[in-house]
T-cell receptor, first 114, second 112 residues
Framework: NAGVTQTPKFRILKIGQSMTLQCAQDMNHNYMYWYRQDPGMGLKLIYYSVGAGITDKGEVPNGYNVSRSTTEDFPLRLELAAPSQTSVYFC?????????????FGQGTRLTVV | QKEVEQNSGPLSVPEGAIASLNCTYSDRGSQSFFWYRQYSGKSPELIMSIYSNGDKEDGRFTAQLNKASQYVSLLIRDSQPSDSATYLCAVNGGMFGNQFYFGTGTSLTVIP
């Protein structure tokens, strides 16, 4: 049971570099989400998607981009990495009707920007 | 304004005691409420979901929802050291739309 799979688990970036965090789910969920979690804090929504081809901004979208070309995949792109983007990133997915459901999380990507 | 608020703690209880965790939310139209447990360095995992006013029990866990007061709580009975974690409250629906908004979490330590 793969569920939500994120790669990589750890990454160190230099300021100004770019990278893509990968997220894939095999539960046929329509909704997918990207969160970041800073130390001692809750989860902040970066972007979300309600289906292939549809994405929208969350609370903290600046500095990030997403795409959703398939139901399964929802990559998060950092174009010009900044130290403020040092965080743990979680991808999650859920069924299309939020009622009577839950968000399933990947294992997270720990990103450090130096 | 979209807000989900929790006491950050830390909350310490002795083994065997009842731990009480609280959460308030800003939108009266919110429809779905969740409690997630997060161990250090791990991803959140669902403990309880609740959608209607009242209590919902699952083993040692009880979720309580009061929509009029915009308040949801989690009670952990017979607390065990393995319950030591951060507990995150999440809200969905209403002005939160299809998104899950999380509180900052309450850190719980169960002392043997």
């Amino acid at each position: 049971n793969a569920g939500v799979t994120q790669t990589p688990k750890f990454r160190i970036l230099k300021i100004g570099q770019s990278m893509t965090l990968q997220c894939a789910q095999d539960m046929n969920h329509n909704y997918m989400y990207w969160y970041r979690q800073d130390p001692g804090m809750g989860l902040k929504l970066i972007y979300y998607s309600v289906g292939a081809g549809i994405t929208d901004k969350g609370e903290v979208p600046n500095g990030y981009n997403v795409s959703r070309s398939t139901t399964e995949d929802f990559p998060l792109r950092l174009e010009l990495a900044a130290p403020s983007q040092t965080s743990v990133y979680f991808c999650a997915s859920s069924y299309s009707t939020p009622m009577n459901t839950e968000a399933f999380f990947g294992q997270g990507t720990r990103l450090t920007v130096v | 304004q979209k807000e989900v608020e929790q006491n950050s703690g830390p909350l310490s209880v002795p083994e065997g005691a009842i731990a009480s965790l609280n959460c308030t939310y800003s939108d009266r139209g919110s429809q779905s409420f969740f409690w997630y447990r997060q161990y250090s360095g791990k991803s959140p995992e669902l403990i309880m979901s609740i959608y209607s006013n009242g209590d919902k029990e699952d083993g040692r866990f009880t979720a309580q929802l009061n929509k009029a007061s915009q308040y949801v709580s989690l009670l952990i009975r017979d607390s065990q050291p393995s319950d030591s974690a951060t507990y995150l409250c999440a809200v969905n629906g209403g002005m939160f739309g299809n998104q899950f908004y999380f509180g900052t979490g309450t850190s719980l330590t169960v002392i043997p």
